[in-house]
């Protein structure tokens, strides 16, 4: 396990970004009327902080320093993911009726392996961290029980690692697409991931340092749901009692995502349930 601590801000950024390019990036068209109004927007608000909190050259070249910075290491994903993601999806979920959604971070990763219901995740041998089973059923708005929806599950180990973006993890560790069976339900083995932290040795890092803020995300399932005909949930599971329930650094809890394991009975672990209903497709 000592060799995820290896992990560093520069290498998950770069890795980030490479997955961003790949799978999101290509052929985004935003007309000429929309980049000119949100851009002078947001170079407004910019402009409007520096008269009002009167910025000095000393504090404007640390911001220059600090940008270049982010670029360099590749944190951008990490860094939009972190403070503004969430401003966007409260934008493109907002009055979409059934499960809540949230941000999806900058961790996902297409093409998991599929599993049918009953589903262990990949893990490995001695995968640390309290079993969990994670089960429920997926329906539609209307009541009807969704067979072969796909849950998309992927998230962090015990130690807040993600494979494929902190070193010496197998590639499809804690990550897999559970179908739902012939009556709509999912049961998913898996291990409680740890809370996770910002990487601290970045230029988020440094920010986070600098203004006296923390660097932690509640522990937390990534999930994608997905049936034919309805819309696609991106969405994250809480624990309750995370102390970092009610000061998330991304801003992504909601009351509706927080899960409350049970210990099962028979001393193996913890189990708990979660339905999610799906809005029909527009
Ligand atoms: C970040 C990491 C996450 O695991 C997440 O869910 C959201 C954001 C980040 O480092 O930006
Ligand atoms: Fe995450």
């Known amino acids: 396990m000592s060799a995820e601590i290896e992990a560093t801000a520069a290498d998950s950024g770069a890795k980030a970004t490479e997955r961003f390019r790949s799978d999101k990036s290509s052929a ?53 993911d972190v403070w503004l993601e969430h401003a966007v999806e409260e934008v493109a979920n907002s009055g979409r009726a059934g499960s809540k959604g949230t941000i999806e971070g900058p961790y996902y990763v297409p093409g998991s392996p599929v599993l049918e219901s009953p589903a262990t995740l990949p893990m490995r041998e001695d995968e640390p961290g309290t079993p969990l089973v994670f089960q429920g059923k997926v329906t539609s708005v209307a009541g009807t029980a969704l067979a072969g929806a796909s849950i998309e599950i992927w998230h962090a180990d015990d130690l807040g690692f993600y494979s494929q973006f902190a070193p010496n993890i197998p590639e499809w560790n804690l990550r897999a697409t559970a179908l739902t069976d012939s009556e709509g339900f999912f049961r998913i083995h898996t291990v409680q991931p740890g809370p996770y932290q910002i990487p601290t040795d970045g230029a988020c890092g440094q920010l986070i340092e600098a203004a006296g803020w923390h660097a932690w995300r509640p522990a937390h399932l990534h999930l994608k749901i997905a049936a034919a005909d309805h819309q696609l949930i991106t969405t994250q599971l809480y624990f309750t009692a995370d102390k970092h329930l009610g000061d998330d650094i991304a801003s992504a809890v909601k009351p509706e995502l927080v899960l409350d394991p049970q210990d099962k009975a028979d001393g193996t672990g913890r189990e708990v349930t979660y339905d999610f209903v799906l809005a029909t497709a527009q």
Not at 47 to 56: D, M, P
């Open 28 to 80: 985004l068209a935003v007309s000429a009327d929309r980049v000119s109004r949100l851009a002078s927007r947001a170079i407004n608000a910019l402009v409007e902080t520096v008269l009002e909190e009167k910025v000095t050259y000393e504090e404007y070249n640390a911001l220059k320093t600090w940008l270049i910075q982010v670029g360099e290491t590749g944190e951008w994903p990490l860094f939009l």
